[in-house]
């Protein structure tokens, strides 16, 4: 590493860049390696490597299984949801594909909306039909009589 070091003297400004010999001619390689010693995971955080070691490399709801060439595509799914409970048994994991991964994540926000709307606004899923009974309720559904209804009243407008 070069070093400048700055001083005054009579009111004039002079600089002195010295270099440090000894550390730069190490090889490269070493520093690489030294470098990858400090981003390693403290033991316990890892805990995708302890789950396929524990599960395998196979998706726990679609069966499908994976060798070492595509094990990236396999995720770690918390069963509770908190990402912080990591027991070293791995009760808390199960080893999803990410297809698998992101219908489960899906349903989830789909159900907490249906759950959502259905409780505040007392509205009913939109593809719903209606009973024999409301002959307003067309073959089209509530949407398609929605929708209708609102091109009734432009065309009125």
């Known amino acids: 590493m070069a070093r400048t070091t700055f001083s005054s003297k009579g009111g004039r400004v002079r600089s002195t860049v010295t270099t440090d010999r000894a550390k730069s001619s ?13 981003m390693r ?29 595509n094990r990236h595509l396999l995720t770690v799914h918390h069963k509770d949801g908190n990402h912080h ?36 606004k007392g509205s009913s899923v939109v593809y719903e039909h209606g009973d024999d009974s409301d002959k307003r309720t067309s073959s089209a559904g509530i949407l398609g009589d929605k929708l209708r209804n609102a091109m009734k009243k432009k065309e009125k407008k």
Not at 26 to 38: C, I, Q, T
Not at 95 to 117: K, M, T
């Open 85 to 120: 409970h990591n027991p070293p048994d791995g009760s808390n994991w199960e080893n999803l594909c990410i297809y698998c991964h992101d219908n489960i994540h899906s349903r989830e926000l789909l159900g907490d909306y249906f759950d959502g709307a259905a409780g505040e």
């Open 26 to 38: 190490r090889p490269v390689e070493d520093v690489v390696r030294e470098m990858k010693k400090g």
């Open 41 to 69: 995971k403290p033991p316990g955080e890892d805990y995708r490597e302890r789950s396929l070691a524990i599960h395998g490399l196979i998706c726990a709801y679609c069966g499908r299984e994976f060798d070492h060439s």
